[in-house]
């Protein structure tokens, strides 16, 4: 999977919601995996703060 997700043009981690993503792939999560994001999103919401630096995954 690491192969094919770095072809589109991802990093070469291996986690999907890594802090390491980029916009793009966040963009590609909020696409692929909603309701993964939508846990993220409302973990932030939860304990008030955000999952990387000072954006919210929803940004």
Known sequence: MTRFRHWL????????????????EWATIRETAPQQ??????DEREFNATFHRNESVQA
């Open 9 to 24: 043009g991802g990093s070469r981690r291996s986690c999907r919601t890594s802090i390491l993503g980029g916009k793009d």
């Open 37 to 42: 994001l939508d846990q993220i999103d409302n």
